[in-house]
């Protein structure tokens, strides 16, 4: 029995509770500032009312071909207005929203599709013949729906899909769009790299999307009516909700099918972009544009960035650009970033090398995120705030997901203890801010040692002619591993494996130094993560003798 005065008599009831969703954001945008445009698409432009009354249209369409609460709902689209309404459709008629990388194999895919047990899948033209060997390989037989867009250039493959703005078409523009019954109900299921072993389906919840989604706003400080570039993936995480935050705040999106250098510098220019997100690769790809490509700003454009920390050099680059980079961590399992590395104004005073220092940083817990610490994963006791001692990175809190999907195992092992554990390895600083060291899968252990990769590559990354590198372990006949130093150079830029070498020796231990530096293309992800686990492979057949790289 409860006994405290202020619940008796006081019950929850519809006047004074309702289940947090995001989808509530665009209702109100719509019904507050109609006309102001929501989203660009090279000469398309479309305002809150048109954008509201699409998605509600989608709603009722899916509706109508029999899609209710829990269904999944599958997207395999670019950075277009149809994955903008997909992210407000499919869970307006109580669906769940599986955005899919447009970069994975079809085998990838096919699994993906049968494990969500995807009842409808919307298509862009390009990426047609693609779902059309993953449907061939996998069990399921959605619906498909075709999206055609008018920005793609490319061929059409031949296909008997309904069109998507038919089907749209076919919907009510004042459907009763479905609330959740519960915000723990799942609004999107994302699935993890899956390099070791089948991919996890991640499930995220109406109440974490409306609560990162705001922190979002919080974090990047994002006025009312900024505008945001679509350089990040909308697949990826669903856009770190990004897709529901500009909603909130009446922003405006800037869709971008490609991510190339000209349109990037043309939007930013010509929209007036406040804000974007994006790996290292993408800063890098801005900043190498041409001259007669690259546009002058009038305004300090925010840009935020998660994969690892970009090098100094980019920095400056980037800050000299007229860019503002504040760097971001997370996972999928948290909705995306829900980690900042809020910069406090005493550190701009600072030295170049030092402010690079704390930028490399992870930094501290969002505002939705009720927990971060760095622990023991066998005590589950935090580590000694001492910037030296690793632990795993663990999260708690309501920006948390649900769980993977259909793997109870998995779930289990990833919440123990209370905890989400990350499986990255990190330090906290004496203020409390964190760093990663590594992930726990690429830790190198040579000699009973433990070499943080993380730590050979900032190195190797302070010299100029380094442009990306990545340090995975190689299997050696006496210390068990050694670093192994994958390296891109910048253009124009020449050095050999021996004065790199020399250059690690003077700022690592003998040790960590690398004991192959090999010159090659590094492989990425579509959202520009390295492929550590393509590297590792390489490694060893470098090791066994087999390896084709110009290596030294």
Known sequence: MDNNPYNTDLDRNPANHQPLTPLTFLERAASVFPDHTAMVHGPLRRSYAEFYARSRQLASALAQQGIGRGDTVSALLANTPAMLECHYGVPMCGGVLHSVNTRLDAAVIAFQLDHARSKIVIVDSEFMPLMQEALALAQVSPLVIQYDDAEYQG??????????????????ADFGWLMPEDEWDAISINYTSGTTGDPKGVVSHHRG????AQGNALTTSMAKHAVYLWTLPMFHCNGWCFPWTLSAIIGTHVCLRQVRAAPIWDALADEGVTHLCGAPIVMSLM??????????????????????????????????????????YGLTETYGPSVVNDWHQGWSDLPAAEQAALKSRQGVRYLPLEGLDVMDPETMQPVPRDGKTMGEVMFRGNVVMKGYFRNPKATEEAFA?????????????????IQLKDRSKDVIISGGENISSIEVEEALYRHPAVGIVAVVAMPHEKWGETPCAFVELVAGQDVDADALRAWCKERLAPYKVPGKIVFAAIPRTSTGKIQKFVLRDQAREIAAGVGALTSA
């Open 155 to 172: 061929a059409r493959a031949a296909s008997d899909a309904q069109d998507y703005d038919a089907f749209v078409a076919t919907g009510d």
């Open 209 to 212: 999307a409306y609560l990162l």
């Open 287 to 328: 900043i190498s544009a041409p001259a007669d490509e690259k546009r002058t700003l009038e305004r300090t454009v925010q840009f935020f960035t998660a994969a690892a920390p970009p090098p100094e050099k980019l920095l400056a680059d980037m800050r000299t650009a007229g860019f503002d980079v504040t760097h971001l």
């Open 417 to 433: 203890g209370g905890w989400f554990h990350s499986g990255d390895l990190g330090v906290r600083y004496p203020d409390g801010y």
